[in-house]
């Protein structure tokens, strides 16, 4: 025999019934006898609710709904029938909905609705859609019986969640349902009192109900036919690149379906793992796909961890305090007194001290759990002996499941490393002794974060997703934004990093796109859609679609976005910047956010704020690190400034030069930026501060050379009017050390704790003599390097080594 179930979705409209049809018929042809249990069409159970509290509350509109019900009803029969046959089903489906109208009646005229009274309405659901096909299958020339669930199952009085009485119920199916060959179409979901009261099963209960039929048949399969492929590694709705488990023992698909699964109700799992009856999942749409068999054991040895699954809206309740340390029968009187409240737990943790006990539960069950405690621990209250019951809401439990945890080291270690690395904070945890589940409890708004990274980190290992939100799409942005266009197919084939642009944001225009952008056509999305650019929105937008392995890049020179760098910290996005604002600003701030980052388990990362795409700060931090001390940094910081002075030779006016410089993208587009020396003093104040100073930019002694005048022009044109009237100035300058043998140089230095920066002259004897076109050169003297400095030299200016260097710094903060 084959036991199929079909979910609400399988049966939603006459196509989807169609091809149950096609299913119930291949099944027929390879088995003596079929039974088709069958849930309600799609949203008609939460209808038929809806209907009943419309009419109980004095509503006339309930009318109107139920026309909208039996017009459904009606559409779908004519879909599926000829016209003589269709008037035949209309028959017996319009005395079902009548029944249904006067039940309704009844409820506005009474004005209560009991228990007893909704599972009757709710029943409606099943009656009605196993009536339709099992006309339906008997038009295909099956030989098709309709039998009564309620005639079948019998249940306690337990109205809405009736419990089963199994040696009854087996007794009657087991007579009812033949062995010869034959289709038995039968509704879930319901049940009946010895009495004839009708009670449903929970909702979820079709299952149940193929579960509780399979169980008491001989030689049985049981099939549960829904809308995925089988049971997944985690929620598709959630999760990104989800794929369905190919087997699992009960006691896996136990545990996933009791924390939040949706393709199994948890209770249909116990009556077929008593008999051992194999399970499988299948996909009413995709009837070729293998599904999902579920037996008495796991054959995947190699996976630790088989599913990932999470109950998304939960209670934390917790009873403290230092009078229950030592104190017997505590535990038995908290838990009594949820029991009698009938409140289910979902999760328990105490704490070893015995301070405290935590129970996570539903949030419809937390008045009630307050209440009971409250009432059990009235004296201990009143005494101080304990803390007032507390409770907690916003929170969600994700869990981890798999047999195979138990024989595999760092499983607990990975998990809560994964969530630690991006922001979300574990309030509790339990783990049951046999080790098959892994259970903790975060914030609400984090569950879908958290279910994709730890889905990434144990299913996915091979491949890791970043998403970027991009500030500044100018020079360095747009850069960088091309490089990763042109590298992301190969970082994706040969290191499994999936980089995905998520969110853009220039001076005019912002947008975030979940999936990423289409790289290819960034600079038209940036330009023509989104909304206009408001740096505070664009983070709050950010922050709530709180993305797994998230990373801010701000390739502005802007301190507003600066100003959005500790929250975003705090949601465990990590920072990558060469804006150097942030680290060349009050020292308060810089320590802050240091600081932050090692709280909160992300990076911030701003090589590129020193030597473009040069390992500066790398390689200072690693000396610093090693135990090596810095006695002296000298620097050429300024790759416009080493372009400047070795292009300005005979024959050629130093403005010109500078004019030449912007052109090549060489300076900022107001080349004073660069000319002034206040770029140079942010970078070798940040390097004092990482080599251990606590100095400000005030302390650097800045030697201008630019004239005061052309500093202080009103506008970037004023400024190139001026200049030129330096040019002999600067002329004369260069033939004076040419003359000497030497050649200028923008140095900037460090040394015992002081911090300047300005024009000197080299010999050639110095390694600045040898700097050419737009290099940079740091020298830095330690403990270890005292006699021959330790030297990092490479282009110091320029987009393509700046966005290179950006590149660089969100590859190691996605390995991170």
């Known amino acids: 025999m084959k036991v199929l179930k079909f979910g609400g979705t399988s049966v939603q409209g006459p196509s989807e019934i169609k091809q149950v049809g096609s299913i119930v018929q291949q099944a027929y042809q390879e088995n003596s006898t079929v039974v088709v249990v069958l849930s309600a069409m799609s949203k008609v159970t939460d209808q038929l609710i809806g209907l009943a509290r419309q009419a109980v509350s004095g509503d006339a509109g309930y009318l109107q709904e139920w026309e909208q019900l039996t017009q459904r009803h009606d559409n779908c029969i004519r879909a599926l029938f000829d016209a003589p046959q269709a008037d035949e089903v209309s028959r017996t489906i319009h005395g079902l909905l009548h029944e249904l109208k006067d039940v309704l009646q009844g409820l506005y005229l009474v004005r209560e609705l009991t228990p007893k009274s909704l599972d009757f309405v709710m029943s409606f659901g099943e009656r009605l859609s196993s009536r339709i096909i099992s006309q339906y299958l ?55 009192t010895r009495e004839g009261e009708t009670t449903t099963l929970g909702r979820g209960g079709s299952d149940y109900t193929a579960s509780i039929v399979a169980a008491a048949l001989p030689d049985v399969e049981l099939e549960i036919w829904t809308d995925v492929d089988g049971m997944m590694t985690a929620d598709p709705r959630k999760v990104r690149r989800t794929f369905p488990l190919p087997r699992l023992s009960y006691l896996e698909a136990l545990e996933l379906s009791h924390f939040g699964a949706k393709v199994l109700y948890p209770p249909s799992v116990q009556p077929v793992l008593a008999r051992n009856i194999p399970l499988r999942i299948k996909n009413t749409h995709r009837p070729e796909a293998e599904g999902t068999l579920i037996t008495d054991r796991s054959d995947d040895q190699q996976r630790a961890v088989k599913g990932i699954s ?40 105490q704490a070893s001290s015995e301070h405290s006990i935590t129970v996570a539960i539903t949030p419809a069950d937390a008045e009630r759990a307050q209440q009971g405690l409250q009432e059990e621990f009235k004296t201990e209250l009143a005494y101080g002996q304990v803390d007032p019951i507390l409770v907690e809401d916003g929170l969600s439990v994700l869990a981890i499941v798999g047999e195979n945890m138990r024989n595999t080291p760092n499983v607990a270690g990975r998990l809560f490393s994964v969530l630690g690395k991006n922001g979300v904070n574990v309030r509790a945890i339990a783990q049951g002794s046999s080790e098959h589940n892994i259970s903790c409890v975060i914030e609400q708004d984090d569950i879908r974060k958290a279910l994709n990274v730890v889905h990434e980190a144990f299913f996915l290992s091979d491949i890791k997703i970043l998403n970027l939100f991009l500030i500044g799409t100018g020079t360095v942005g747009g850069t960088f934004l091309n490089q990763l266009h042109a590298q992301r197919p190969h970082l994706l084939e040969a290191h499994g ?142 790759g416009t400034l080493n372009y400047l002075f070795n292009e300005h030779k005979e024959g050629v006016a130093f403005s010109d030069v500078v004019k030449t410089a912007q052109r090549l993208g060489y300076s900022e587009p107001d080349p004073r930026i660069d000319l002034n020396g206040v770029d140079v003093a942010r970078k070798i104040l940040i390097l004092a501060r990482e080599a251990g100073s606590h100095l400000e930019l005030s302390d650097v002694v800045l030697h201008n050379f630019l004239p005061e005048d052309c500093r202080e022009a009103a506008t970037v044109d004023a400024f190139f009017t001026l200049l030129p009237n330096y040019d002999a100035h600067f002329e004369n300058m260069r033939q004076e050390a040419e003359k000497a043998g030497k050649r200028q140089r923008y140095v900037a230095t460090y040394e015992e704790g002081k911090l300047s920066c300005g024009l000197r002259t080299v010999g050639p004897e110095h390694p600045f003599f040898q700097v050419e076109g737009n290099d940079n050169m740091v020298l830095f003297t330690t403990e270890r390097y005292q006699e021959r400095p330790l030297i990092v030299k490479g282009a110091g200016a320029g987009a393509e080594v700046t966005a290179a260097g950006v590149f660089a710094d969100i590859i190691r903060a996605g390995n991170f």
Request: glycine share 8%; charged share 20%.
């Open 138 to 192: 008997a038009t295909q020339g099956l030989p098709t019986e309709w039998l009564d669930s309620r005639n079948l199952i019998v249940t306690d009085r337990n109205f809405n969640n009736a419990r089963v009485d199994f040696g009854a119920t087996n007794a009657r199916i087991a007579e009812a349902i033949p062995s010869h060959a034959k289709v038995v179409v039968m509704p879930g979901f319901i049940a009946a």
């Open 310 to 349: 999470s109950i998304d809206h939960i209670v934390l309740v917790s009873l403290k305090g230092s009078g229950m340390v030592g104190v017997t029968g505590i535990a038995m009187r908290f838990f009594s007194a949820l029991a009698l409240h009938q409140v289910n737990v979902i999760l328990i943790t």
């Open 497 to 638: 990093l999936d980089i995905r642009v998520v969110g853009i944001a220039n001076r005019r225009r912002m947008q975030l796109a979940e999936d990423g952008f289409d790289l290819a056509s960034w600079p038209e999305q940036g330009d023509d859609s989104g909304q206009p650019t408001d740096p505070a929105v664009f983070a709050r937008e950010m922050h709530a679609l709180n993305l797994s392995n998230s990373i801010l890049i701000d390739c502005t020179g802007s301190a507003a976005i600066v100003e959005l760098y500790e929250e975003a910290l705090r949601h465990g996005i990590s920072i990558v910047t060469p804006n150097k604002i942030a680290c060349s600003g009050p020292y308060d701030r810089y320590q802050r956010l240091k600081q932050m980052t090692s709280r909160r388990g992300v990076r911030f990362l701003y090589e590129t704020n020193v030597g473009a795409g040069l390992p500066v700060i790398g390689t200072l931090q690693d000396l610093i690190q090693s135990g090596d001390r810095i006695l002296k940094i000298e620097a050429i910081l300024s």
